[in-house]
């Protein structure tokens, strides 16, 4: 059994999301018209994994900026635990607090995961670049945490 994969592909119209960042700000797809997005969705703040995810978009961020990305991520945590997070690590990016999970499902990452031998429901690391006129030009399913920004980088030029 693998994880499940989400049924959006490349070419899909992304779906139009609102949700709320760290500082309970509002962000939403529109704010992104005319740019490039990395919408990046992770199971839990402070995980290993995400954690090495979120530091390698951190420390490549520069770089992807330079090729006109902006970043986002997105998990079910509060955004106070997202704002500890940020501090922590030093983000420059924000994240989305989706509690209600309703970016999570329009994007479609929930579903069965296999970790540790245990199968169950959860959310599903998955990656989506949107381009400027909010296109999904890119699905990564199996991210590389560690090496994520080239991951990214290495994906849209094949």
């Not at 703040?45 to 979120?54: Q, S």
């Not at 949107?130 to 199996?142: A, H, R, S, W, Y």
Request: positive net charge.
């Amino acid at each position: 059994m693998t994880n499940y994969i989400t049924s959006l592909k490349k070419g899909d119209k992304a779906p139009d999301f609102k949700g709320l960042d760290q500082d309970g700000n509002i962000i939403s797809l529109k704010d992104f018209k005319g740019k490039k997005l990395v919408l990046y969705f992770y199971p839990q703040d402070n995980t290993p994994t995400c954690t090495n995810e979120a530091c390698n978009l951190r420390d490549n961020f520069s770089a992807l900026k330079k090729k006109g990305f902006a970043i986002i991520g997105v998990s079910p945590d509060d955004e106070k635990k997202h704002k500890k997070f940020i501090d922590k690590f030093d983000l420059p990016f924000p994240l989305i607090a989706d509690t209600e999970m309703k970016i999570i499902k329009a994007y479609d990452v929930w579903g069965l995961k296999k970790f540790m031998g245990r199968i169950y429901d959860g959310l599903v690391r998955t990656t989506f670049v949107i381009d400027e006129k909010g296109k999904i030009e890119l699905v990564i399913t199996k991210v590389d945490s560690k090496n994520h920004s080239q991951q990214i980088l290495d994906e849209l030029n094949k």
